[in-house]
């Protein structure tokens, strides 16, 4: 005779027909009911800890994340890694941000709040966004004689527009945007000029154009404020001029097609910006091209078809971009929180105020026979057990269904 489950055994699957309220109830029968088997309630019918567990993490807990097997836990404003109960690591300090979201790329994991934004790998913190320096100043130190007959186009050729700028180094080799090209009116003959901006990260390369050029080059490396420099020392070509720091305010983060997607929330007119970085170049933005814009606060943002498409859904609307064309696929969002996840065959499901939705191609499975309130917040997982793959949501609050069925009984 086969014993019965144990009352705390979490793993535990009855026969389960399902949410089919668009019956009547009576139709439905007691398959629709479901007792679980992992929580305990009191008298007030309130959730409480079994005998037995222990609480995981001891602190002032405002956020965290996951990557692989490492948990990070944003402990009153410090970023710490729990390796084991005993074992706790402070990664970085001084978070404000509550609200985290994490992408895992490489074995890395990108995490953003709102306000900060990192990279981590074990016990190692790296900045995502990279700042521009501030480039405070430039004065010519000295010049060399002017060569005699020495013109240009036909004219005297004695002062020309040197154009500097400037750019940070991470310690892990990442080099970030420029800053504010500074111009100064200067003798073509000009042999050693002083630059002043202010330190940052690892260290700060200087660049500059020839007399009246475009094309910068570097001409040194320091770590000083000031520092001397000679144009004859020019070398490499700074090839991402027109590049900008990823947005402080980045809410949400993706990578797709070898790109970083970012998205910074506009309160102001309820829509989002989703920018997204050179190719193989994350914390490199060009803001004035390369961005969408789309209505509401993005839930969701993830990569779909295994790369061909990335899926945005927000409180308003779902959409996709493919071949960077945005297309609208619903013209109605999702509730704040955590709208779904993607399978291994890159089809994403996720939880909509109409129901549960897959994409791409988009489809609402549950419009037909389901009729429950969204919620006013929801988070949707993805589980496999026993072979099969299940989409379990939990809604928080109410909420208008949206197909309210009524019925006389």
């Not at 144990?6 to 439905?28: C, E, L, Q, V």
């Not at 496999?384 to 299940?390: H, K, L, P, V």
């Amino acid at each position: 005779m086969s014993l019965p489950p144990k009352p705390d055994d979490p793993s535990h699957f009855g026969d389960f027909a399902g949410i089919i309220n668009t019956r009547s109830r009576k139709a439905i029968g007691l398959k629709g009911l479901y007792k679980a088997t992992n929580v305990l309630l009191s008298d007030e019918k309130k959730l409480y800890r079994r005998p037995g567990m222990v609480p995981y993490f001891a602190g002032a807990v405002r956020g965290g994340f996951t990557v692989g097997s490492d948990v990070y836990l944003d402990d009153a404003g410090s970023l710490k890694r729990r390796v084991s109960p005993t074992d706790i690591r402070v990664v970085t300090s001084g978070l404000t941000g509550r609200v985290y979201h994490c992408v895992v790329y490489n074995g890395a994991g990108y995490y953003c709040n709102g306000v900060e934004s990192g990279v981590v790998r074990g016990d190692l913190h790296q900045p995502l966004r990279i700042a521009a320096p501030n480039l405070t100043g430039v004065v010519l130190q000295s010049s060399t004689a002017l060569t005699p007959g020495f013109a240009r186009m036909g004219a005297d050729y004695v002062t020309a527009k040197w154009r500097f700028c400037t750019t940070y180094e991470t310690a892990d080799g990442r080099e970030g945007p420029p800053s504010i090209v500074f111009v100064l009116d200067a003798p073509v003959t000009a042999s050693l000029f002083r630059v002043a901006c202010d330190p940052g990260y690892a260290k700060t390369h200087i660049y500059c154009t020839e007399p009246d050029g475009t094309t910068f080059r570097r001409i040194g490396t320091t770590v000083a404020q000031v520092s001397t420099w000679t144009p004859a020392l020019a070398g490499r070509v700074l090839t991402h001029i027109d590049t900008y720091p990823m947005p402080v305010k980045t809410e949400k983060l993706t990578f797709c097609d070898g790109r970083l997607y970012a998205a910074e929330y506009i309160p102001e007119d309820d829509s989002t910006v989703i920018w997204h970085s050179l190719s193989f170049g994350f914390h490199l933005f060009k803001q004035r091209s390369d961005y969408q814009r789309v209505a509401g606060r993005v839930v969701l943002m993830v990569e779909i078809g295994k790369g061909k498409s990335l899926l945005i859904v927000t409180t308003h609307q779902v959409c996709s971009v493919t071949d960077g064309a945005l297309t609208v696929e619903a013209e109605y969002g999702a509730p704040p929180g955590h709208a779904g996840e993607v399978n291994a065959e890159g089809t994403a499901y996720f939880w909509t105020v109409r129901g549960l939705c897959s994409a791409l191609p988009f489809k609402n499975i549950h419009e037909a026979d389901l009729s429950v309130a969204p919620g006013m917040r929801a988070v949707c997982k993805l589980v496999y057990i026993n072979g099969s793959e299940m989409a379990i949501t939990i809604t928080q609050g109410g909420g208008t269904p949206f197909n309210r069925r009524s019925e006389v009984t």
